[in-house]
């Protein structure tokens, strides 16, 4: 994968042309190799403002001489002139063989007065993913150097043509990233840190995907007991993939919908994904029958019938994953394992901290168990509060390199003061700099008693909150706002860069607020506000052995 400077660009939102740039880098991480280091302008924040790298180029690829290509991309449509392409920006056209040579001219003098010794070799490229150019020779630019709609997919091809990724390493390519660094005048950006942290928590917590694979036992049944941000999704997920890789048929079973939603996204082509009751409504389905939701007791006759139900060929599995574990019952672990080959492979996923349900664990005769209590995901000041909220019987080791996330909580006395409090929580998430897409409302209360669940508006921010109506493929349908929110029993197993924990509120700090306030608060990868009533904060303080 090639290396991009600077680093965090997935997280950051982007639309029209500045969405196909990013895709573009997306193509480039992927399809060069690690001799490759592109540097890009897009949707950066920089001192003289703008996105180009420099002038009218978009991307510069350094290979190991030392050596550039520089990409100048044009989103959308173009015309084609007696001059040469040509591009409407708003009210003025621009001639883009003259805006490139222009560029690449100026950026090639001041690399030249830079570079004192060595001189680098400069070639370019124009990339229009979305026009196909009708006449090549009238471009103005030689057609060997356009990449058209016409020939996407040989971008990378092209690239690796005219910029070798084999030339001989030389000292001056020490030169040319210290220019292209001076040159993009970097500012500080909390998207930058956004995209750090994921890169990190995926690197870390991937160690158990890697070393809970490498176990063997016969017949292999493991049940891996995980505390939140551990890896159990990326385990998960690499299961999956090792099955589809093999031939083996996987599938994937949980309790909570958004995260079989979620799962079902990112997971390999060939794994089935769904949570137990949608499992058993597309199993009772394929025998001709449709079940009637609307009745009382709807779920239970899933349920019963499940439990009868001889699998035919059609739904057996030779790797059987199930995740959130703790959420499950016993009667369902025996369905899920008659669905399973003789010969297939068992995985049992849970975090007894994030049983919010209060039911006892699920016992599992002779499977060998694994313990990983790390969690890389939540920043370390975090998980000391809740190490001290929890006590001494519930250890909680912390993984993360983040530290200093300054864990806020806002108190209210009466419930119309819930609101503004929420409300100050969302600005002060926006003045430490996290953009609303990366800002979550999570409530302590579930959805059909919550008080922000009829509202679609929190001040001036539109709510994205599921509507409780799923479409035609089965997909939950949210109301389209920009600030996202949902329930902590749903928003488990998920994750935001800043998460506001509101409508905290109980009676006694017990084994169930506990475990619910885990699990909020694990949710959080870098800043954390909590709101609670006085009732609730004070208990929380109290345990904490802070100041009221």
């Known amino acids: 994968m090639a290396h991009i400077i600077p680093e965090g660009w997935q997280a950051l939102p982007a639309t029209g042309a500045e969405q196909r740039e990013v895709e573009t880098l997306a193509l480039l991480a992927g399809g060069l190799s690690d001799a ?42 173009l015309t084609e002139t007696p001059e040469g392409l040509v591009k409407q920006y708003d009210k003025k056209e621009k001639r883009v063989p003259v805006q490139m040579a222009r560029s690449v001219e100026a950026l090639r003098k001041r690399l030249h007065q830079y570079c004192a010794a060595e001189k680098p070799l400069l070639d370019s490229l124009l990339y229009c993913p979305d026009y196909s150019v009708r006449q090549p020779g009238t471009a103005g630019i030689d057609p060997a150097r356009i990449i058209d709609a016409s020939r996407r997919e040989q971008l990378i091809h092209t690239i690796r043509s005219l910029l070798p990724e084999h030339d001989p390493a030389r000292p001056l390519a020490a030169e040319i990233h210290r220019f292209l660094r001076n040159e993009l005048r970097l500012v500080p950006d909390v998207a930058t840190v956004i995209g ?7 690197r870390l917590s991937g160690g158990l995907a890697e070393w809970a694979r490498n176990i063997e036992c016969a017949p292999f049944r493991l049940r891996v007991i995980g505390t ?30 958004p995260l079989a939603d979620h799962v079902a996204l990112i997971a390999p082509a060939g794994a089935t994904v769904a949570t137990y009751h949608q499992l058993c409504d597309r199993i009772l389905r394929s025998t001709g029958q449709v079940p009637d939701f609307t009745l009382p007791g709807a779920f239970e006759a899933l349920e019963a019938f499940i439990a009868s139900y001889q699998p035919d060929a059609g739904w057996q599995f030779d790797e059987l994953v199930i995740d959130e574990g703790q ?39 002779g499977w060998v168990v694994l313990r990983a209590q790390t969690n890389y995901r939540t920043p370390r ?54 953009k609303m897409g990366n800002i979550s409302v999570v409530t302590y209360r579930g959805r059909e008693h919550s008080r922000f669940t009829p509202l679609d508006k929190l001040g001036p921010h539109p709510l994205k909150a599921f509507t409780g109506r799923y479409d035609l493929l089965g997909s939950p349908v949210y109301s389209e706002g920009e600030l996202f929110i949902d329930s902590v029993h749903r928003f488990k197993g998920q994750s935001a860069p800043c998460i506001v924990f509101t409508e905290i509120d109980f009676e006694e ?29 004070a208990a929380m303080l109290k345990r904490l052995g802070e100041p009221e």
């Open 36 to 77: 490759y280091t592109v540097y890009h302008g897009v949707h950066w924040t920089r001192v003289a403002q703008g996105h180009a790298l420099v002038g009218e180029i978009d991307f510069a690829i350094v290979n190991p001489a030392g050596n550039l290509l520089l990409i100048e991309q044009k989103s959308g449509y």
């Open 196 to 202: 750090q942290a994921r890169t990190l928590y995926t």
């Open 228 to 257: 939140a941000g551990a890896g159990k999704t990326q385990l998960a997920l690499s299961v999956l993939q090792d099955a589809v890789n093999a031939g083996r048929r996987p599938l994937y079973v949980c309790y909570n919908r």
């Open 327 to 365: 959420d499950f019952q016993p009667a369902w672990r025996d369905n899920l394992m008659k669905l399973l080959q003789p010969n297939g492979r068992a995985w049992w996923l849970e975090d007894p901290m994030q049983n919010l349900y209060g039911r006892p664990a699920v016992e599992l005769p």
């Open 381 to 434: 000041d975090i998980l000391d509060r809740l190490q001290r909220l929890v006590g001494p019987e519930q250890t909680i080791e912390s993984g993360s390199p983040l530290d200093g996330s300054d864990v806020e909580i806002l108190t209210y006395a009466i419930h119309a003061e819930l609101m503004d409090k929420t409300k100050t929580a969302i600005t002060r998430g926006l003045g430490a700099g996290f």
């Open 509 to 537: 700090l017990d084994e169930a607020a506990l475990r619910k306030l885990f699990v909020g608060m694990t949710r959080a990868t870098m800043k954390l506000v909590l709101v609670a009533s006085e009732r609730a904060a």
